[in-house]
């Protein structure tokens, strides 16, 4: 795939757009296997920037609460 | 030499003077009294006994040259008047206020010429200072038109117009060195409970008295000319008469203040009125302790804008996590769901088709293999029944032949019996017996008349006869014995 230039943002409007393409069904069973999978990885992907995202965020604000002057 | 000289002369003691001049004075004045305006200098005053002393003077308004000066004094009813004097104009009775006195002049053997205060107007100070006060004002607008504009009530200065930075940090303030204010001030700053720092420059003058304004004008360009990246300027002074505050109401010093680029908080320390540096300047608080808490407040806010600023950030950052998490679950279940759906869907689609094709071909097959045999079954009974009906057709045939064979030759005979005896009825014998005969002439039978003339013989065939006879007569004849 061409995850090299993979961002949070449009790895989840694709991930949208599969989504919608197989909630309508307007996806065709051709590539329904390949899609499915796409839509895994794309998941696997946002929740992994998250997570990372999210604990990277907790850090520094654990750092911004720890040096509050005033609590 | 003077004591020989004092028997020559007449003389009289001090005291005997001292009593003339008292006499003269009081024959002079006597009990009455004066209203006169005065400016008072070298003023005290003795608290247990309520004893004010003071000097009144007049000073030439142009060079401000002394045209008159009297001691005073104060005390029993004429003290009380002044406590009132300064309850109604809040302004302490001391030096350098301009005054309208009722005195009664009086003269002492040993202190002199006094005069004795008995009444002061509060209503004339408070006029002449409010009226100089304006004027001072009216001229800053009239002059400094780009700085110092008048809206309603409200004066709105260039310096009123600048904007304080988020964090009041580094300060100059201007104070006198021996005043309690600066110290107030400091004090207030530095032992602050939010633990602020605070940089501080001081910047000392005499801020009492209105012939110091130049010095404190210097003072302001001093910190303007120090280049240093001031957030504001303090003026404080603590306590004092509101005489002390004339210098705040000084023209070079209010437009100074007007002016100045970094802004001004005045912390002056009186109740009652503003001065014209408090309108001019960008903040005004009651006293230096004030001016600190402003201060202390304005970077109060900054942080508390900080710290729900933090507190947003980390409430904001959480509620978007999860949302995301939350969509990109919805997100997957959907996809898995839907993505399995539909491959049921197409499972069942598949399964129903098969079904169906499975069935339309039974049928299909079913159907032809039926006609086939219909088909086949009419191609085996068809030639039979085709020639059974062509036997019967036959057998019908030689049946109706054989009826109709024997009516035809019934028919046949009847039709000759009809024959014959029409024929029979025609017949000349039988015509001849009913009366008719046959003419024959020259042996030939005839019908025309005309062959027959008169005199010819002509043979008479009549029923089985022949008669012979000659023609004697031969006319018409129009009988009607024949007509049928």
Not at chain 2, 204 to 225: H, I, M, P, R, W
Not at chain 2, 233 to 253: E, M, P, S, W
Not at chain 2, 385 to 395: G, S, T
Request: hydrophobic fraction near 40%; charge should be positive.
């Amino acid at each position: 795939m061409m995850d090299q230039i993979l961002t949070y943002e449009s790895a989840y409007q694709e991930l949208a757009e599969i989504a919608r393409e197989i909630e309508t069904e307007s996806v065709s069973v051709d590539v329904l296997a390949q899609k499915v999978k796409r839509a895994s990885e794309l998941v696997t992907f946002c929740q992994t920037k998250l997570k990372s995202t999210e604990s990277e965020v907790n850090k520094i604000i654990a750092q911004m609460e720890s040096t509050d002057p005033k609590p | 030499m003077a004591n020989s000289l004092a028997s020559s002369i007449n003389y009289i003691r001090l005291s005997e003077l001292s009593g003339k001049i008292n006499a003269a004075i009081d024959t002079s004045f006597g009990k009455s009294g004066f209203w006169v305006i005065a400016d008072i200098t070298n003023h005290s005053f003795r608290s247990q006994k309520k004893y004010h002393h003071f000097e009144l003077v007049e000073k030439d308004p142009d060079s401000n040259q002394l045209l008159a000066r009297i001691a005073g004094k104060a005390w029993g009813d004429g003290a009380t008047r002044i406590l009132y004097f300064e309850t109604v104009t809040g302004q302490p009775f001391t030096d350098n206020i301009n005054v309208l006195l009722y005195v009664s002049v009086q003269y002492h053997a040993v202190y002199g010429l006094q005069l004795d205060l008995l009444d002061i107007d509060p209503n004339f100070t408070l006029g002449v200072l409010a009226q100089q006060r304006q004027a001072t004002l009216d001229k800053l607008v009239a002059e400094n038109p780009e700085y110092i504009k008048k809206a309603g009530d409200v004066y709105i200065t260039k310096n009123i117009r600048l904007k304080f930075n988020a964090v009041i940090q580094r300060i100059a303030v201007i104070s006198s060195k021996t005043s309690a204010g600066g110290e107030d001030f400091r004090h207030t700053l530095q032992h602050n409970p939010f633990g602020y720092q605070f940089y501080i420059d001081e910047y000392y003058t005499s801020v009492q008295g209105e012939n110091n304004a130049d010095q404190f004008l210097n003072k302001l360009l001093e910190v303007f000319y120090s280049g240093k990246p001031y957030d504001a300027v303090v003026i404080t002074r603590g306590g004092g008469a509101q005489t002390d505050f004339l210098i705040f109401d000084n023209y070079k010093i209010g437009r100074a203040v007007a002016r100045f680029p970094i802004p001004v908080i005045t912390g002056i320390g009186h109740h009652k009125n503003e001065s014209i540096a408090d309108l001019m300047a960008n903040t005004q608080t009651k006293t230096p302790t004030k001016a600190a808490e402003f201060i202390i407040a304005h970077n109060k806010r900054y942080a508390d804008d900080m710290l729900s600023l933090q507190h947003n950030i980390v409430i904001k950052s959480q509620q978007l996590f999860s949302r995301h998490f939350q969509s990109l679950t919805s997100l997957n279940s959907l996809v898995v769901n839907h993505g399995r759906n539909m491959l049921t869907g197409k499972k069942d689609e598949l399964t129903r088709i098969n079904r169906s094709v499975i069935h339309v071909t039974r049928t299909v097959v079913f159907r032809k293999k039926t006609v086939l045999v219909n088909l086949s079954s009419q191609m085996l009974s068809g030639p039979k029944i085709i020639i059974y009906n062509r036997l019967n057709d036959i057998r019908q045939l030689v049946g109706s032949l054989k009826t109709f064979e024997v009516q035809y030759l019934r028919n046949k005979i009847g039709y000759l019996g009809h024959f014959r005896s029409v024929i029979k009825m025609m017949s000349p014998e039988n015509i001849l017996s009913k009366g008719f005969a046959i003419v024959k002439s020259r042996n030939k039978i005839t019908s025309n008349p005309d062959d027959i003339a008169i005199g010819n013989d002509i043979d008479i065939i009549l029923s089985g006869t022949q008669i012979k006879s000659t023609v004697k007569q031969k006319s018409r004849y129009d009988g009607s014995d024949f007509n049928l």
